[in-house]
């Protein structure tokens, strides 16, 4: 296994356009995360996955955001209308609990979108 | 809402020298994650605390967890280079997710 894969590394566009991100996470792992990270700021949660299941949203999420996992198995995050706002490294992550409590998640490359 | 803050923000440091980052949560956990992050890179994991006191090293680093005080530090012992790097504290406060800090630039001289 070659760890969380994302793609594409990188994407310009120009405001109003859609965009796509997809990741591949680690095949033993049940859990599927997206984070966006600012420069210079701490990844900040946006949503989260438990094989299909999309199980929390963060309010940061606005409905122009959209993921779906549909298998279980691979995860895309779409933006539409984008904005300059949306400029970030957007982060996958994926998980299996391991022991009590722990869940450290392992996290791909990432994304980094550029709004023009 | 959980809030997760570390100092300093920024650490600039000689080799040879010692040195802790903090790191303070808002809200009751009994679980901390550390994270590095190098220039143009993703996040490793490197530490995980999963019960009040307890004490994670790997090489010059080690991590401590007081649960009481919501409180973790990681401690720099003897900095080389290769240990610039950004480092991130997070917590996840009996969900599933992560709640990352601010995250801590380290910068190690000669």
């Known amino acids: 296994d070659t760890g969380v894969s994302q793609n594409p590394r990188h994407k310009i566009t120009k405001r109003g356009q859609n965009v796509t991100f997809r990741c591949d996470p680690i095949?033993?792992?049940?859990?599927l995360y997206w984070y966006r990270q600012t420069l210079g700021q701490g990844p900040e949660f946006l949503t989260y996955?438990?094989?299909?299941?999309?199980?929390?949203k963060s309010r940061l999420l606005s409905d122009r955001f959209s993921a779906e996992r549909p298998k279980g198995s691979f995860s895309t995050l779409e933006i539409q209308r984008t904005e300059q706002g949306d400029s970030a490294m957007y982060l996958c992550?994926?998980?299996?609990?391991?022991?009590?409590?722990?869940?450290?998640?392992?996290f791909g490359a990432g994304s980094r979108l550029t709004v023009l | 809402e959980l809030k997760v803050e570390q100092n300093p923000l920024f650490l600039s440091m000689q080799e040879g020298k010692n040195y802790t980052i903090y790191c303070n949560y808002s809200t009751t956990s009994d679980r901390l994650y550390w994270y590095r992050q190098d220039p143009g890179k993703s996040l490793e994991s490197l530490f995980v605390l999963l019960s009040n006191g307890a004490v994670k090293q790997e090489g010059r680093l080690m991590a401590s967890l007081d649960t009481k005080a919501r409180l973790s530090t990681l401690h720099i012992t003897a900095a080389v280079h290769d240990l610039s790097a950004t480092y991130f504290c997070?917590?996840?406060?009996?969900?599933?997710?992560?709640?990352f800090g601010t995250g801590t630039r380290l910068q190690v001289f000669p």
């Open positions: 992550a994926s998980s299996a609990r391991i022991g009590y409590g722990a869940n450290v998640l392992t």
């Open positions: 997070a917590v996840d406060h009996n969900t599933d997710k992560l709640i």
């Open positions: 996955f438990q094989n299909e299941a999309q199980l929390e």
């Open positions: 095949s033993e792992h049940n859990r």
